[in-house]
C-alpha cells in the first residue's frame, strides 16, 4: 500500500518538476545511515488545504532496482510557516523506501522515539519552500527493528498548489 503511494506521488511529481525561480536546481539532500544521497530525480512539492499540509518527494537516482523515494510530510492546523515541525506531535512523517523493488527495506519515522524526525523551515513562499531535517528512522516504521539516523538534510523545491 506505501509503494503505490509513493509511487502515485512520484507519479505527480513528473509533472512538476522544473528549476526554482532563482535559476537552481531543485534538491532534497541528506546523509542517512552514513551515506550522502541527494535525492535530486523529479524531486518536488505540493501544498494541499490552503497550505497547511506540505508534502516533498524526491528520489536518489534512475534505476528501479536501486533508487530509492524520499518524502516529507507536514500537516498543521493552519498554513505551514517558518519554523520547527516534529514527528513527536504526529505533524510530520518521513518515509524513506525502495521505488520499484520489495526486495529493499523501507524505513519511516516512528512517532514518539527518542530523537523524532525535525523538519525546520526556514523560508516558505507560495512556490517554494526551504530548510533542513534530521532523526531517526526506523525499518517498517517500527522502533524496535533497525535504525538509519538523518543528518545534514536540507531542502529547496518548488511548491504546487492542489
Known amino acids: 500500500m506505501k509503494k503505490l503511494f509513493i509511487l502515485a506521488l512520484l507519479g505527480t511529481a513528473l509533472v512538476s518538476c522544473k528549476k526554482t525561480s532563482s535559476g537552481s536546481t531543485q534538491s532534497i539532500q541528506a546523509t542517512i545511515g552514513g551515506t550522502a544521497t541527494n535525492f535530486n530525480v523529479l524531486a518536488s512539492g505540493t501544498s494541499t488545504d490552503s497550505g497547511k499540509n506540505i508534502e516533498l518527494i524526491a528520489l536518489n537516482g534512475t534505476n528501479q532496482s536501486t ?17 520547527t515541525y516534529s514527528d513527536i506531535n ?10 520499484a523493488t520489495s526486495s529493499l527495506p523501507s524505513y519511516s519515522s516512528a512517532f514518539l522515539v527518542t530523537d523524532p524526525i525535525t523538519v525546520v ?12 531535517f534530521q532523526g531517526d528512522i526506523y525499518m517498517y516504521q517500527d522502533s524496535t527493528q533497525a535504525k538509519r539516523t538523518v543528518t545534514n538534510g536540507t531542502f529547496n523545491v518548488n511548491l504546487k498548489e492542489q
Not at 71 to 83: F, L, P
Not at 90 to 99: I, L, V
Not at 121 to 132: D, K, M, Y
Open 90 to 99: 504526529s505533524n510530520t512523517q518521513f518515509n524513506y523506501g525502495p521505488f
Open 121 to 132: 523551515v526556514t523560508s516558505i513562499s507560495t512556490t517554494n519552500i526551504q530548510g533542513t
Open 67 to 83: 533508487a530509492y523515494a524520499f518524502d516529507i510530510i507536514i500537516n498543521s492546523n493552519s498554513a505551514i510557516t517558518k519554523g
